[in-house]
T-cell receptor, first 110, second 113 residues
Framework: EAAVTQSPRSKVAVTGGKVTLSCHQT?????MYWYRQDTGHGLRLIHYSYVADSTEKGDIPDGYKASRPSQENFSLILELASLSQTAVYFC?????????FGPGTRLTVL | GDSVTQTEGLVTLTKGLPVMLNCTYQ??????LFWYVQHLNEAPKLLLK?????KRTEHQGFYATLHKSSSSFHLQKSSVQLSDSALYFC????????????FGSGTKLTVEP
């Protein structure tokens, strides 16, 4: 079965601090994605990547950077965390048709 | 542009009743539609998918039919259970754009005893 893991599973960060969320997939998928979900709401695309060493902006990229050093790994970086970035972050990998989601990281910025 | 619309934000039903969650989409490309289900504090999981016009697809008691003529992919179940309480997302994939999924805003289904 497809496997996408995320670390950490939860994190408390201070405003203005740097936060790195990591995602690892063992699916051998080319496509990877980072989404943000606010409580009770839908998923919004932050960044995505279709090949190592390349990333693309999604719908809400402001305040976020992404890094894809290898096919298996995709990181989301908040250089200066803000209160408004408190949310659950999901990573996903994709074959041609279906996206497989990781368990999510709950980020709280204080 | 490409988009998905879910009109019901919140649906509350009594166990055993039927349910239909609405999903319409807009795209200039050949549509490939999905329904994802997300239980509380879990990741979204694929429930159904289809790219075939007028063919019913089923899984775990849920079913949906892609109708290209009306740009719809409504999710149905004949008898909801307590365990069906969850967030349901309709999504459209645009394979010409790096397989990006366009999600609807989601429908929260609550099933009461």
């Amino acid at each position: 079965e497809a496997a996408v893991t995320q670390s950490p599973r939860s994190k408390v960060a201070v405003t203005g601090g740097k936060v790195t969320l990591s995602c690892h997939q063992t699916n051998n998928h080319d496509y990877m994605y980072w989404y943000r979900q606010d409580t009770g709401h839908g998923l919004r695309l932050i960044h995505y990547s279709y090949v190592a060493d390349s990333t693309e902006k999604g719908d809400i990229p402001d305040g976020y950077k992404a890094s894809r050093p290898s096919q298996e790994n995709f990181s989301l970086i908040l250089e200066l965390a803000s209160l408004s970035q408190t949310a659950v972050y999901f990573c996903a990998s994709s074959d041609r048709y279906e996206q497989y989601f990781g368990p999510g990281t709950r980020l709280t910025v204080l | 542009g490409d988009s998905v619309t879910q009109t019901e934000g919140l649906v509350t039903l009594t166990k055993g009743l039927p349910v239909m969650l609405n999903c319409t989409y807009q795209t200039t490309y050949s549509p490939f539609l999905f329904w994802y289900v997300q239980h509380l504090n879990e990741a979204p999981k694929l429930l159904l998918k289809s790219s075939t016009d007028n063919k019913r697809t089923e899984h775990q008691g849920f079913y949906a039919t892609l109708h290209k003529s009306s740009s719809s992919f409504h999710l149905q179940k004949s008898s909801v259970q307590l365990s069906d309480s969850a967030l349901y997302f309709c999504a459209l994939i645009v394979m010409s754009n790096y397989n990006v999924l366009y999600f609807g805003s989601g429908t929260k289904l609550t099933v009461e005893p």
